[in-house]
């Protein structure tokens, strides 16, 4: 059995869960409202505030899946009731982030600024400014897939670099340094 797969779901106060036809989970909570179209081999129990995902047999692909649709319900679930949260570090003399409304620029060494609209279910602000630290952006949505892809696309822009760390990172993300260039010795 699935370690994932088997563990129920608990649904919060105010989260209610819907199975409708063609094995659509729909999850509607205080912060908004997902769907997820489930394998039609898995079957997806609603039982007194308690989900429950289970397989037909012990099939490899039936297997995967198990875990796999637990998990995504799971992450619904999450979303709608406490929402999720991604901060990312700006590394580097003159990067910044600039936010208006659902509009992201940001200056990242390049010879010219870098526009980004943000989805709608992504709320973006920035850390107040404190001297001496690095800006901080913090994107939040119910969305745990559609806010790792958005934050992956930004960190694209500007990877950080093995030397000297500059570039775009996830707040307590451990990079692997390298020493550089040693002086020789005669």
Known sequence: MSRIGKLPV???AGVTATIDSGNVVKVKGPLGEMSQKIDPDIKV????GVLTVTRPTDQPRHRSLHGLYRALINNMVVGVSQGFTVKQEFVGVGYRVEVSGQMLVFSLGYSHDI???LPNEIKAETEPFKK????????KSYDKQLLGMVAAKIRSLRKPEPYKGKGI?????QLRRKAGKSASAK
Request: charged letters at 15%.
């Open 132 to 139: 001496g630290a690095n800006p901080v952006l913090i994107m």
């Open 169 to 173: 990172k996830f707040v307590g993300e």
């Open 115 to 117: 526009s980004f609209l």
């Open 45 to 48: 129990s609603i039982d007194e």
């Open 10 to 12: 608990h649904l919060p």
